[in-house]
């Protein structure tokens, strides 16, 4: 990653859960030195990375910066008067299209990305659109930052990071959806609810720690449940009956549609 120098990070919205996870990260890669990272906060500054520097000015930031992270909410953004000047500008916001960015920012070096809260543990995946300025240089920096915050993907139009906003950049929330109805289901048949928790939370983490080890594509699970005909294969064709994927396309469909909607709001 050749950047002509220590490479200066900001992040605009350092203090909230996703910047703060994403400045962390970075760190802890090694792609930027602390006194080279610079954090932004927008009514207290948070006790952590005080070797780096903090300031509420967010177009300070920029102007130390030579990659500017946006991690403000979208219904915030228009409010945020940052001029990049040629800069790397890089959204973790849903919704915001790059032709806005570019013309907002005054740079066409610019990246729509979609992270989730799991980079606070290392494990999000987000997938990028790049505008057409965006140089070879910087893609290698994208790839290393949410490299560092788990795996990430290039894709090759705003559609497709507008249908993954819902698919993967609601992070946790879908597996904790499912939880919390299994949890629900345990107690009222008369489990306590510490136990219930626990059962449930540590189903949830296995599964994705299985997923993640063997690498098996979850058709081919859910078939060898199904094959063999027990109690997971009775409990799956139940749920289904009750329109549990009819459900889930039906969310990820409402999703992608309010990531439009909020596009066109900008």
């Given at each position: 990653?050749?950047t002509g120098g220590?490479?200066?990070?900001?992040?605009?919205?350092?203090a909230g859960?996703?910047g703060?996870?994403?400045?962390?990260?970075?760190?802890?890669?090694?792609?930027?030195e602390p006194?080279?990272?610079?954090?932004?906060y927008r009514s207290e500054?948070?006790?952590r990375?005080?070797?780096?520097?903090?300031?509420?000015?967010n177009?300070?930031?920029?102007d130390?910066?030579d990659?500017?992270?946006?991690s403000?909410?979208?219904?915030?953004?228009l409010s945020?008067?940052?001029?990049?000047?040629?800069?790397l500008?890089?959204?973790v916001?849903?919704g915001i299209r790059l032709?806005?960015l570019?013309?907002?920012?005054?740079?066409?070096?610019?990246?729509r990305?979609?992270?989730?809260?799991?980079?606070e543990?290392?494990k999000?995946?987000?997938?990028?659109v790049a505008a057409?300025?965006l140089q070879?240089d910087d893609?290698?920096?994208?790839?290393?930052i949410?490299?560092a915050?788990?795996?990430?993907?290039?894709?090759?139009?705003?559609?497709e990071i507008d249908?993954?906003?819902?698919?993967?950049?609601?992070g946790p929330a879908?597996?904790?959806?499912?939880a919390?109805?299994?949890m629900?289901?345990?107690?009222s048949?008369?489990?306590?609810p510490?136990?219930a928790?626990?059962?449930?939370?540590?189903?949830?983490?296995?599964?994705?720690?299985?997923?993640?080890q063997?690498?098996?594509c979850?058709?081919?699970?859910?078939q060898?449940?199904?094959?063999y005909?027990?109690?997971?294969?009775a409990a799956?064709e139940e749920?289904?009956?009750?329109g549990?994927d009819?459900?889930?396309?039906?969310?990820?469909r409402?999703?992608?549609r309010?990531?439009v909607r909020?596009g066109?709001?900008?």
């Amino acid at each position: 990653m050749e950047t002509g120098g220590p490479l200066r990070v900001g992040v605009i919205g350092a203090a909230g859960w996703l910047g703060g996870a994403i400045a962390d990260a970075i760190l802890d890669a090694g792609i930027v030195e602390p006194q080279n990272l610079s954090l932004s906060y927008r009514s207290e500054r948070p006790d952590r990375f005080n070797r780096s520097f903090w300031t509420s000015d967010n177009q300070a930031l920029a102007d130390r910066s030579d990659v500017i992270v946006l991690s403000v909410r979208p219904a915030d953004w228009l409010s945020l008067n940052v001029v990049a000047e040629g800069k790397l500008v890089i959204s973790v916001m849903a919704g915001i299209r790059l032709s806005a960015l570019v013309e907002h920012h005054r740079t066409d070096r610019v990246v729509r990305t979609l992270p989730n809260a799991a980079a606070e543990v290392r494990k999000s995946y987000t997938p990028w659109v790049a505008a057409a300025g965006l140089q070879n240089d910087d893609r290698d920096i994208i790839r290393a930052i949410f490299d560092a915050c788990g795996s990430q993907d290039e894709v090759h139009s705003e559609a497709e990071i507008d249908y993954l906003t819902g698919l993967t950049g609601s992070g946790p929330a879908f597996p904790a959806l499912l939880a919390e109805a299994m949890m629900a289901d345990a107690v009222s048949q008369g489990l306590a609810p510490e136990i219930a928790k626990r059962a449930v939370n540590t189903l949830i983490t296995g599964a994705g720690r299985l997923l993640e080890q063997r690498e098996d594509c979850p058709t081919d699970i859910v078939q060898t449940f199904l094959d063999y005909r027990g109690t997971t294969a009775a409990a799956i064709e139940e749920m289904r009956a009750a329109g549990f994927d009819t459900a889930v396309s039906r969310g990820l469909r409402a999703a992608f549609r309010k990531s439009v909607r909020m596009g066109e709001a900008s």
